[in-house]
């Protein structure tokens, strides 16, 4: 998968050998686990130094840095030096998965037996001994074909982990007022490894005056605009306006990474912005999320991380969007395949406009009918509130997610599976209707309950597992996700609700 604005994993496979069984028990499994992952499509390359002793731990580190490896699946192929090997992941620096060889025929229990059942347990004890955040899957211990996909979803995990990792994000203003749920303590962020940037909204006012309007890359992305827009453009000359903007943000990004490699944004974009710039942001914010750069609304920092996560689980642009409406009866008919859930499970994500247009099912360029109201009164042709991308989101599945900094200053997160319908939301600005089952009571003990901000960031695919994994890996304990009637969430009163009405919309 090649990304924009993103790390390249390249994985390297370390085998591990105890020293009273045979090495090329070893070398041998190593071997059929390559050819696995070959024919499973995973790039890996196999370390030529199978690690039996602390010495050889560190010829393997020398080897996989020297081919360039940033992530590492250490293999038990047979029981495995608990030492030696953990000495490696400690010392890798990148994240690193554990697995393990299974016995392959009834014949090899005797000479061929390696053991690596029990081997994983003493890896394990030696991972928690030195305070390792190791990636182990649901069953570690495998053929290698069973071995080879689990391998090639730690790929993903080990990406968003690298990403988080080399991500600098700029913060542009404060929150606006009575946006305090979209509180960002830095503190959490310094932890997961993230750098930030803070910046005041007239930082962002001269950045945008230092570009040249005549600048020849204005009329080039003005042009790119109106392409991407095609008959959705409506202001065609408000582009020139919003070439000039994405210009000072992609320029400054370039020019302020500094340690990192990777950047995201996370921008005031009202009130005081549409009166000095004289647009609103959000059409510029979406083609930027296209880049795999999200630019979240509302100077929401922990929105940008999260989006930044599933555009890297997905491999596609992600969006910001507010748990936003309920879905009034009316507007889906009993027709409509929920995909496992109930009305009361049905609500509408929605923001201005900064959803990319590859997101959409259909969209043109439009005003912010809310702020216009505020702004600019109802009754006057619109101005300074041009420059949202507005329509219905893409149908299909969805997964939304947060990783957020809470109200204590303490990492939590939560992953909701579900599905975007095809259904109009018949309202403005870039909208949709969501079909999460188990989301009424998950809305109300998790969300409401833990107190998470009404901001939650869009993956358009199932990425759940590789969300969870990866925010696990992080050191993340506190990751919610919907329960099922037959589960209580902690402080749910069992006398006070009953799956049926849930199921009734009651």
């Given at each position: ?203 962002l ?17 003005a ?110 008919s ?5 995909m ?9 994500g ?8 590859c ?33 219905q989101?893409?149908?299909g ?19 909701a ?34 107190r ?55």
């Open positions: 998968m090649s990304l924009t604005n993103a790390p390249a994993v390249k994985l390297a496979v370390v085998g591990v050998s105890r020293d009273c069984f045979p090495i090329e028990l070893t070398r041998k499994r190593l071997a059929k686990l390559m050819d696995a992952l070959q024919a499973q499509g995973v790039a890996a390359s196999a370390c030529p130094v199978v690690i039996e002793s602390e010495a050889d731990a560190l010829k393997a580190l020398d080897a996989v840095k020297a081919a360039g490896a940033n992530a590492a699946v250490i293999y038990l192929g047979n029981f495995g030096p608990e030492g030696p090997t953990t000495i490696f992941a400690q010392r890798f620096g990148g994240p690193v998965m554990f697995c393990a060889a299974a016995e392959e025929t009834k014949t090899g229990l005797v000479d061929d037996r390696g053991d690596a059942y029990c081997g994983m347990l003493n890896a394990s004890y030696n991972i928690a001994l030195r305070n390792l955040r190791a990636y182990i899957p649901q069953m570690p211990v495998g053929l290698p074909e069973e071995l080879a996909p689990k391998v090639a979803h730690f790929v993903t995990v080990a990406r968003l982990v690298l990403g988080v990792q080399g991500l600098k994000i700029f913060g542009f203003g404060p929150r606006p007022q009575d946006f305090f749920a979209c509180n960002a303590p830095i503190k959490p962020l310094y932890d997961l490894g993230v750098e930030v940037m803070e910046n005041s909204e007239l930082d006012w001269v950045l945008f005056n230092a570009v040249d309007p005549n600048d020849a890359a204005i009329a080039a992305i042009a790119d605009m109106a392409k991407e827009l095609g008959a959705g453009n409506a202001y065609p000359d408000l582009l020139p306006k919003l070439a000039r903007f994405e210009l000072a943000l992609t320029r400054f990004a370039e020019a302020n990474l500094g340690s990192r490699q990777y950047a995201v944004f996370a921008d005031k974009c009202w009130p005081a912005f549409e009166k000095a710039f004289g647009f609103v942001p959000c059409y510029v914010n979406s083609r930027l999320s296209t880049r795999g750069m999200p630019v979240a609304c509302e100077v929401d920092l922990y929105g940008a991380l999260s989006e930044y996560l599933c555009y890297l689980a997905s491999g596609v642009p992600a969006t910001l969007l507010d748990i936003n409406n309920t879905v009034p009866n009316d507007l889906v009993d027709e409509v395949d929920l496992g859930a109930a009305r009361a499970d049905l609500f509408m929605f923001h201005c406009g900064n959803t990319p247009s997101c959409m099912k259909n969209c043109s360029m439009k005003y912010q009918l809310i702020m216009h109201r505020l702004m600019e009164g109802p009754t006057a042709a619109p101005d300074i509130t041009r420059g949202t991308l507005e329509g989101l893409k149908p599945a969805t997964t939304f997610f947060r990783l957020q900094g809470n109200a204590e200053g303490r990492l939590v997160s939560y992953v599976e579900g599905s975007i319908l095809d259904v109009d939301p018949m309202s403005f600005g870039g909208i949709g209707v969501f079909a999460i089952p188990n989301f009424a009571r998950f809305y109300r003990h998790v969300l409401i309950g833990k998470f901000p009404h901001h939650g960031a869009v993956a358009f695919d199932h990425v759940g597992q590789a969300l969870f994994d990866a925010v696990q890996m992080l050191g993340v304990s506190d990751i919610n996700v919907p329960l099922p009637c037959s589960m209580w969430y902690p402080g749910e009163n069992p006398f006070a609700i009953s799956c049926r009405t849930v199921a009734a919309g009651v």
